[in-house]
């Protein structure tokens, strides 16, 4: 038709003939072009559609992946084991060895195998059924813009099928350079020792071994150690062994539970261990341990606290393991084996809630793992509302709710830092495009997660939300999930066994929750006497202006949480250098050795 240019009237007369009426010829040719024009016309713009698509999933990013910080071919290959055989070489800084790795077959005639690295220098690849050494390539895999990481290609000799297992096993030493490697060297540390460990969240165990690094990928562990000195080696598994051999030290771990590539932890010290309770237990550096132990005292309790919430705790053991001044985090959850600040030891008591969350990441993180990493609020907003549900257990209800005051500030500055230029961090669910996951790891996981799993906690009332927790935990344990699955999770718990389903979904709108950004609507108040006593005195100095208010006094009788509710009021209100002054000279603030708030 649009070829000859013809008239819908010329061409309705063509087709039926000129002795029909007009309206009856239009009627006809309308006819033909939904049967056959119409139909045509879909097809078209679906393939259109369709090679767009493929354009941007293949072309534009050839290792094809939900998660688009990792160069694996996920959808066609999956990891099931990994075993790790390394030496750690202080002197040089390197861990070399090799990995074997068990690999499921997803999908048919598959013909390679793309694993993430970076900085390792590659020396070998073996396929142990058939016995032969496998052709291998290193790439740059500049996907991410704000980091610059490699892909290793490894060619299979025949083409494997779908549900078929491989044994792959690479020979390997890693850089100095590499992301998530750590040296630090002897004035770093209190016994004068170097100290290794690992840093591997979020992309950065890609360093320590080659592997799929996504959290979509979960796979049990194995690993055999060796050190030469008087050192202590840690993994995030329960020990199998530990030998000295001459002057070197061989220890052998096992993880039983399947755990994605972040929370694959080393650390190797001068380390000493203290238990706590029959399951719990501290470790840190000589001159450490006592005053650790002291201060971590409650973990086993913060655990039986928060396991008779949910679901028994699946790791057996619990340890926190105190880092050398040189560790620059707060904390890290690897299973079994928490990695944390020193400058606890400073706080004291004071800084337990760490403790409390990480120890929920046992189940937030650990058991059921954010499937990409745009879904990182699955793992921090259920975790901070755990850690605050043991706070409040132990401390009470207005510690914990102080807490969730300071994270809301800490969001709201967040908010007003980047809702000009990047609306997308205040999202639940944000996407780093091109960018490191390391881009969406903002307060936003945290505190505004924490505020919408409150929300959901008061609709469906306590009781009935933590039935919902254990059934969630109970039907992802081991596996990684993605916040669609959450949603249904959630709407299947209220559908059927709630009979107020209906006005409770009313109240849950998932897109403005999850996909808008901006501060949760509506703010939640928090209050309490401790709580107002910081900011009344705070406003009250804010007044004086460079005088002392009465019963300046009672700053002292706050705990560290409250006092920094005072210092964030002060910063609300500008108080100028007159009013800093006059606290400091009064409280003494930064004239202490070292101050926790």
Same mark, same amino acid.
């Given at each position: 038709?649009?070829?000859?240019?013809?008239?819908?009237?010329?061409?309705?007369?063509?087709?039926?003939?000129?002795?029909?009426?007009?309206?009856?010829?239009?009627?006809?040719?309308?006819?033909?072009?939904?049967?056959?024009?119409?139909?045509?016309?879909?097809?078209?713009?679906?393939?259109?559609?369709? *090679?767009?698509?493929?354009?941007?999933?293949?072309?534009?990013?050839?290792?094809?992946?939900?998660?688009?910080?990792?160069?694996?071919?996920?959808?066609?290959?999956?990891?099931?084991?990994?075993? &790790?055989?390394?030496?750690?070489?202080?002197?040089?800084?390197?861990?070399? #060895?090799?990995?074997?790795?068990?690999?499921?077959?997803?999908?048919?005639?598959?013909?390679?195998?793309?694993?993430?690295?970076?900085?390792?220098?590659?020396?070998?690849?073996?396929?142990?059924?058939?016995?032969?050494?496998?052709?291998?390539?290193?790439?740059?895999?500049?996907?991410?813009?704000?980091?610059?990481?490699?892909?290793?290609?490894?060619?299979?000799?025949?083409?494997?099928?779908?549900?078929?297992?491989?044994?792959?096993?690479?020979?390997?030493?890693?850089?100095?350079?590499? /992301?998530?490697?750590?040296?630090?060297?002897?004035?770093?540390?209190?016994?004068?020792?170097?100290?290794?460990?690992?840093?591997?969240?979020?992309?950065?165990?890609?360093?320590?071994?080659?592997?799929?690094?996504?959290?979509? @990928?979960?796979?049990?562990?194995?690993?055999?150690?060796?050190?030469?000195?008087?050192?202590?080696? *840690?993994?995030?598994? &329960?020990?199998?062994?530990?030998?000295?051999?001459?002057? $070197?030290?061989?220890?052998?771990?096992?993880?039983?539970?399947?755990?994605?590539?972040?929370?694959?932890?080393?650390?190797?010290?001068?380390?000493?261990?203290?238990? @706590?309770?029959?399951?719990? /237990?501290?470790?840190?550096?000589?001159?450490?341990?006592?005053?650790?132990?002291?201060?971590?005292?409650?973990?086993?309790?913060?655990?039986?606290?928060?396991?008779?919430?949910?679901? !028994?705790?699946?790791?057996?053991?619990?340890?926190?393991?105190?880092?050398?001044?040189?560790?620059?985090?707060? #904390?890290?959850?690897?299973?079994?084996?928490?990695?944390?600040?020193?400058? @606890? $030891?400073?706080?004291?008591?004071?800084?337990?809630?760490?403790?409390?969350?990480?120890?929920?990441?046992?189940?937030?993180?650990?058991?059921?793992?954010?499937?990409?990493?745009?879904?990182?609020?699955? +793992?921090?907003?259920?975790?901070?509302?755990?850690?605050?549900?043991?706070?409040?257990?132990?401390?009470?209800?207005?510690?914990?709710?102080?807490?969730?005051?300071?994270?809301?500030?800490?969001?709201?500055?967040?908010?007003?830092?980047?809702?000009?230029?990047?609306?997308?961090?205040?999202?639940?669910?944000?996407?780093?495009?091109?960018?490191? !996951?390391?881009?969406?790891?903002?307060?936003?996981? %945290?505190?505004?997660?924490?505020?919408?799993?409150?929300?959901?906690?008061?609709?469906?009332?306590? +009781?009935?939300?933590?039935?919902?927790?254990?059934? %969630?935990?109970?039907?992802?344990?081991?596996?990684?999930?993605?916040?669609?699955?959450?949603?249904?999770?959630?709407?299947?718990?209220?559908?059927?066994?709630?009979?107020?389903?209906?006005?409770?979904?009313?109240?849950?709108?998932?897109?403005?929750?999850?996909?808008?950004?901006?501060?949760?609507?509506?703010? !939640?108040?928090?209050?309490? !006497?401790?709580?107002?006593?910081?900011?009344?005195?705070?406003?009250?100095?804010?007044?004086?202006?460079?005088?002392?208010?009465?019963?300046?006094?009672?700053?002292?009788?706050?705990?560290?949480?409250?006092?920094?509710?005072?210092?964030?009021?002060?910063?609300?209100?500008?108080?100028?250098?007159?009013?800093?002054?006059?606290?400091?000279?009064?409280?003494?603030?930064?004239? *202490?050795?070292?101050?926790?708030?």
């Amino acid at each position: 038709f649009c070829c000859k240019q013809k008239t819908a009237y010329e061409i309705a007369q063509r087709l039926v003939g000129s002795e029909m009426c007009i309206r009856d010829r239009y009627m006809g040719i309308l006819k033909m072009a939904f049967i056959h024009i119409l139909p045509l016309t879909i097809s078209f713009l679906l393939g259109v559609a369709l *090679l767009i698509g493929y354009f941007i999933l293949f072309a534009a990013h050839p290792y094809q992946n939900i998660d688009r910080s990792s160069a694996a071919n996920v959808n066609e290959v999956s990891t099931e084991h990994i075993h &790790l055989d390394l030496t750690v070489n202080f002197e040089n800084e390197t861990l070399s #060895g090799y990995s074997v790795h068990t690999f499921k077959v997803l999908s048919r005639d598959l013909t390679m195998i793309h694993l993430d690295i970076d900085e390792l220098k590659i020396k070998s690849v073996y396929d142990m059924l058939s016995n032969q050494f496998l052709t291998f390539r290193v790439d740059d895999w500049p996907w991410l813009a704000d980091e610059t990481f490699q892909v290793l290609t490894i060619y299979l000799e025949e083409k494997k099928q779908w549900n078929s297992t491989m044994y792959i096993k690479i020979e390997y030493e890693t850089s100095p350079d590499g /992301s998530g490697v750590n040296w630090l060297n002897e004035n770093q540390t209190e016994s004068k020792k170097p100290f290794f460990y690992t840093d591997c969240q979020t992309t950065y165990c890609r360093s320590v071994l080659p592997l799929q690094d996504t959290p979509s @990928i979960k796979a049990t562990l194995t690993t055999k150690i060796r050190v030469e000195g008087p050192y202590k080696i *840690l993994v995030s598994g &329960l020990k199998v062994s530990e030998r000295n051999i001459g002057s $070197v030290v061989e220890a052998e771990h096992h993880q039983p539970n399947p755990i994605p590539g972040y929370l694959v932890a080393i650390g190797v010290g001068v380390l000493e261990q203290k238990q @706590i309770d029959g399951r719990t /237990s501290v470790y840190a550096e000589p001159s450490l341990i006592d005053k650790s132990a002291e201060i971590l005292s409650d973990i086993g309790t913060f655990l039986d606290i928060i396991e008779n919430d949910l679901t !028994p705790y699946r790791w057996q053991t619990y340890s926190i393991v105190i880092m050398p001044f040189g560790y620059p985090n707060g #904390g890290m959850e690897n299973p079994q084996i928490t990695f944390m600040s020193p400058f @606890i $030891v400073k706080i004291g008591k004071d800084s337990e809630d760490v403790a409390a969350h990480e120890i929920v990441h046992s189940w937030f993180g650990n058991l059921l793992t954010c499937g990409n990493w745009s879904d990182t609020w699955l +793992n921090e907003a259920l975790t901070v509302w755990g850690e605050r549900t043991i706070v409040e257990a132990f401390f009470g209800k207005e510690s914990s709710d102080a807490y969730a005051l300071i994270g809301l500030r800490d969001l709201e500055l967040l908010h007003e830092e980047t809702k000009k230029e990047h609306p997308e961090k205040t999202k639940l669910v944000c996407f780093s495009n091109r960018q490191s !996951p390391e881009y969406c790891f903002t307060y936003t996981p %945290y505190e505004k997660g924490y505020t919408f799993i409150k929300k959901l906690e008061t609709l469906l009332g306590k +009781n009935n939300f933590l039935s919902f927790l254990r059934t %969630y935990i109970l039907n992802h344990e081991y596996k990684s999930v993605e916040a669609a699955q959450f949603v249904s999770s959630f709407e299947s718990f209220v559908n059927t066994k709630l009979s107020n389903a209906t006005e409770i979904m009313k109240n849950v709108n998932w897109t403005r929750e999850l996909r808008d950004s901006g501060m949760p609507v509506p703010l !939640p108040n928090y209050t309490g !006497p401790r709580i107002e006593l910081a900011k009344k005195l705070a406003r009250e100095y804010a007044k004086k202006n460079g005088s002392s208010p009465e019963h300046f006094e009672e700053y002292n009788k706050l705990t560290s949480v409250f006092k920094c509710i005072f210092m964030i009021e002060l910063h609300i209100l500008q108080a100028s250098k007159a009013v800093l002054d006059r606290i400091d000279l009064d409280l003494n603030i930064t004239k *202490l050795e070292f101050n926790p708030e």
